[in-house]
C-alpha cells in the first residue's frame, strides 16, 4: 500500500492550459504539503495545510490554488500554465504541526510545459 | 525564518571512503534536524534524524552529529557503496522544515 500516493506521475501540457494534480496519504498524518523541486534540485516549499487548514502559503503566483477536501487529501491545481512551471512537484504528509517529524513524499509529478 | 546552509554542492569519493556532509542553520529554536536521500527520478526518503535533545545518533554506516551552540549538522557515510550515490538533503526546523539545497554524492568504484 503506497502510503503518499500521487496522479498523474507525467503531466505534459501546452502554455496556457489549466491542470491538476492530485494528492492522497493514507498513514492518518494530520498535515499534508506541496513542494516544487526544480532543475536544480532544491526543494522549496509551496503549501501547507493541517486538518483541511490552510497554514502556509509561501510566495507562489496566484494561478496556483490548493484544495484540501479532507486531511487525507490535497490537490493542487495550476492555471493559465507557464513555461517556468516545469518542474517535479512533490506531495508530503507528517504526523502534526506541533512537532518535529519527518516527512513521507509522494513519488513526484513531472510537469512539463511546452 | 529558519535559513539551511549545505555543503559542499558535490562531493565525489571512491568507494569504501568516508562522506561527510555539512549543514548549518540560523534559527536556534530549530529541534529537528532529518536527513533525506533521494535516488535519481524517485523521491526524498529520510534516512536518519537527530531532535535538539541529541548530539548525535548513529545507524549501520550513517551517523549524524549535531552541535546546537555553532548551528551545525553533520551526515557521515562510512565505508560507502556505489548504492550509496544520490542526491542528500539535510533540513532544520520547528516543526516546519527548511531544506538545504542538496548535495550530489557520487561514489566511484
Known amino acids: 500500500d503506497t502510503a503518499v500516493s500521487q496522479t498523474p506521475k507525467y503531466l505534459v501540457t501546452q502554455m496556457g492550459n489549466d491542470k491538476s494534480i492530485k494528492c492522497e496519504q493514507n498513514l492518518g498524518h494530520d498535515t499534508m504539503y506541496w513542494y516544487k523541486q526544480d532543475s536544480k534540485k532544491f526543494l522549496k516549499i509551496m503549501f501547507s495545510?493541517?486538518?483541511?487548514?490552510?497554514?502556509i502559503n509561501e510566495t507562489v503566483p496566484n494561478r496556483f490554488s490548493p484544495k484540501s477536501p479532507d486531511k487525507a487529501h490535497l490537490n493542487l491545481h495550476i492555471n493559465s500554465l507557464e513555461l517556468g512551471d516545469s518542474a517535479v512537484y512533490f506531495c508530503a504528509s507528517s504526523q502534526g504541526d506541533t512537532y518535529g517529524y519527518g516527512y513521507t513524499f509522494g513519488s513526484g509529478t513531472r510537469l512539463t510545459v511546452v | 525564518g529558519e535559513n539551511v546552509e549545505q555543503h559542499p554542492s558535490t562531493l565525489s569519493v571512491q568507494e569504501g571512503d568516508s562522506a561527510v556532509i555539512k549543514c548549518t542553520y540560523s534559527d536556534s529554536a530549530s529541534n529537528y534536524f532529518p536527513w533525506y536521500k533521494q535516488e535519481l527520478g524517485k523521491r526524498p526518503q529520510l534516512i536518519i534524524d537527530?531532535?535538539?535533545?541529541?548530539g548525535e545518533k548513529k545507524d549501520q554506516r550513517i551517523a549524524v552529529t549535531l552541535n546546537k551552540t555553532a548551528k551545525h549538522f553533520s551526515l557521515h557515510i562510512t565505508e560507502t557503496q556505489p548504492e550509496d550515490s544520490a542526491v542528500y538533503f539535510c533540513a532544520a526546523g520547528r516543526p516546519r522544515l527548511v531544506f538545504g539545497a542538496g548535495t550530489i554524492l557520487r561514489v566511484k568504484s
Open positions: 495545510y493541517n486538518n483541511k487548514e490552510l497554514i
Open positions: 537527530i531532535r535538539s535533545n541529541v
